[in-house]
């Protein structure tokens, strides 16, 4: 268990250095690899050792995100579920990279809009760069999701 919550949590700190909150990452790994795979709020908060408004916070942001689902628990509550294709169906990077490529271009025009001149280098690269990855992204996670089987649209899609 102790080699779990280290995942977790260390899902947690790579999350939290993509500028998410850490709480929302260990949720994540969390439900990646716990066993059951539904779990209720009392026991992420017991085997993660969140706070209860973390984890309410935490999961209701899962859950708009369609990473997890809502399931029947034992009495009157319910469960988390992480979906097995959350991470391919939530995958929203085509937009990401065309909002660095749009602030690229941004770099370009400050320093006049000329492309070629030698300031502007970095910049055109980079914005190309991002502009090449985001036409191809779309077309990766299709095919990905074909060979895993999985039916469900992207979000950028």
């Known amino acids: 268990m102790e080699d779990e919550r280290r995942f977790a949590e260390e899902v947690g700190t ?11 990452g260990k949720l994540m790994g969390w439900l990646l690899i716990c066993d059951p795979p539904q779990q209720t709020s009392a026991q992420l908060v017991q085997a993660l050792g969140l706070a209860k408004g973390s984890v309410s916070t935490g ?3 899962l859950e708009q995100l369609g990473m997890v689902q809502r399931v029947p628990a034992s009495g009157r509550g319910h469960a ?6 959350a991470l391919v169906r939530t995958v929203d990077a085509r937009r990401l990279y065309l909002v660095i490529h ?4 941004k770099g370009i025009d400050v320093l006049g809009g000329d492309e070629s001149a030698p300031r502007a280098q970095r910049l055109r690269v980079t914005r190309d760069f991002y502009a090449f990855v985001a036409e191809r992204i779309p077309q990766l996670i299709d095919e990905f999701a074909q060979q895993e089987g999985l039916s469900q649209p992207r979000k950028d899609a």
């Open 102 to 105: 749009a602030v690229m271009q």
């Open 59 to 61: 999961m209701r942001a």
């Open 80 to 85: 988390y579920e992480m979906l097995p294709d």
């Open 14 to 24: 790579v999350l939290s250095g993509m500028g998410l909150p850490a709480a929302f």
